[in-house]
């Protein structure tokens, strides 16, 4: 069975982006998959320190609730608010803690940049309260780059504009159903 991580990136347990990732979820269990759910909220997970211990040993040393195995996965589907035209700062913690990752993939396995072939799928959502035309550039950039670290294409990024307060998204079924579709997609496309 093809497992897909759930990451839930914002504070609001039930906030817009909670609450389509959790449609996606249901979508994905339905197509089959395994969905593992993580509350970055929940987590003890410190900044990256910049000590670079990865580089001797190919793993972040810091013992908290990261470690090597945490992007074990498939799929990925991630789920962040927009805070200050990025991801909220607890999605921008677990992305620089994988660091590791990224000083294994290209300083000690040595891949040359941007020879790699994806093996992996990442589904994007997000939200923000305003409509401007920018809204989402800089997340995308983030998310782009961090999923790179991961040998992860970039398959589809769900943005909503307009949403702010908790629930508001519920006024939107269309989506919530674009949210469950892209789920079962994702899980289908993986099977595939
Ligand atoms: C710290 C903070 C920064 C925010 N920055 C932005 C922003 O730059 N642009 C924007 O449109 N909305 C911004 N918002 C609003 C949130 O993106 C919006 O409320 C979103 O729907 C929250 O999603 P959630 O319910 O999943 O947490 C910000 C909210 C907070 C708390």
Known sequence: MKKILAIYGSPRR???TATLLDHAVQGALEAGAEVEK???QDLEMSPCLEIYGCKELGRCVIEDDFHDQFMACQGLMLASPI??????SHTKTLMDRC???WVKKYWIDKVPYG?????R???FISAGATKGKKLFDGALLTVKYFFDVLDMELWRALLYRGLDFEGDVLKHPEHLQEAYEAGKELALALHG
Request: net charge positive.
């Open 121 to 123: 799928k990442g589904l």
């Open 14 to 16: 039930k906030g817009n």
């Open 99 to 101: 660091q590791s990752l």
């Open 38 to 40: 993580i509350y970055l």
């Open 115 to 119: 020879q790699w072939e994806p093996k």
């Open 83 to 88: 805070f200050f035209y990025t991801v909220s």
